[in-house]
Nanobody, 123 residues
Framework: QVQLVESGGGLVQAGGSLRLSCAASGRTYSTYWKGWYRQAPGKEREFVASIGPIGFSTFYATSVKGRFAISRDNVKNTVFLQMNSLAPEDTAVYYC????????????????WGQGTLVTVSS
């Protein structure tokens, strides 16, 4: 059974950094688009970032562009999200996702979802 398992969430002060990781088990998804969504308390789930199969194409939500960086390691079957200059409005549960097709935020019906990791940014 395929699983996406996130790690790296936690509590950080505003202005700090965190690095999220997502490891896929069960099979290799090197040809899939991978990325991150997040859901803040009381808000809808929203797109954060995505990265193409070989890592050359990346997309970001406007709210995180310039602060967050997505990358992937297909040998380790892992995708990363480096988050810098964190702000309280970045507080959310962050979900790792994967899909065989490109996604840039316009849809939620992606093939694979992780269980999520909580990121809390204190002011």
């Amino acid at each position: 059974q395929v699983q996406l398992v996130e790690s790296g969430g936690g509590l950080v002060q505003a202005g700090g950094s965190l690095r999220l990781s997502c490891a896929a088990s069960g099979r290799t998804y090197s040809t899939y688009w991978k990325g991150w969504y997040r859901q803040a308390p009381g808000k809808e789930r929203e797109f954060v970032a995505s990265i193409g199969p070989i890592g050359f194409s990346t997309f970001y939500a406007t709210s995180v562009k310039g602060r967050f960086a997505i990358s992937r390691d297909n040998v380790k079957n892992t995708v990363f999200l480096q988050m810098n200059s964190l702000a309280p409005e970045d507080t959310a549960v962050y979900y790792c996702v994967a899909d065989r097709n490109l996604f840039t935020g316009g849809r939620q019906n992606l093939e694979l979802w992780g269980q999520g990791t909580l990121v809390t940014v204190s002011s």
